[in-house]
Nanobody, 120 residues
Framework: QLQASGGGAVQAGGSLRLSCAAS????????MGWFRQAPGKEREFVGA????????FYAGSVKGRFTVSRDNAKNTVYLEMNSLKPEDTAVYYC???????????????WGQGTQVTVSS
């Protein structure tokens, strides 16, 4: 089970940090991904981190502004979001899977989502 938190409303240029806590003791063996879905749009990849934290990958639209990290001792993955833009407004989801991937179909378990709203 994954529980995402940390969403909220912020002005453009601001920052937020999302957290995703996992209940599984096997958390440290899973790759973790962050995705987002804006109203009327398909779910899109944001960033991912390998099971050991040794590698990350980001969508071009967030690269340099967002950072994915994880603390396997706390079974938690984070999404640090800086220099937020109105176009970052979406519901953000965390997910875990056996494959370090940008494709949502390769993730097995999903959190419930947390709303991020960025105003101009």
């Amino acid at each position: 089970q994954l529980q995402a938190s940390g969403g909220g409303a912020v002005q453009a240029g601001g920052s937020l940090r999302l957290s995703c806590a996992a209940s599984a003791r096997t958390f440290s063996t899973y790759a973790m991904g962050w995705f987002r879905q804006a109203p009327g749009k398909e779910r899109e990849f944001v960033g991912a981190i390998r099971w050991d934290g040794g590698s990350t990958f980001y969508a071009g639209s967030v690269k340099g502004r967002f950072t994915v990290s994880r603390d396997n001792a706390k079974n938690t993955v984070y999404l640090e979001m800086n220099s937020l833009k109105p176009e970052d407004t979406a519901v953000y989801y965390c997910a875990c899977g056996r494959t370090f991937s940008t494709s949502p179909s390769l993730y097995d378990y999903w959190g419930q989502g947390t709303q991020v709203t960025v105003s101009s």
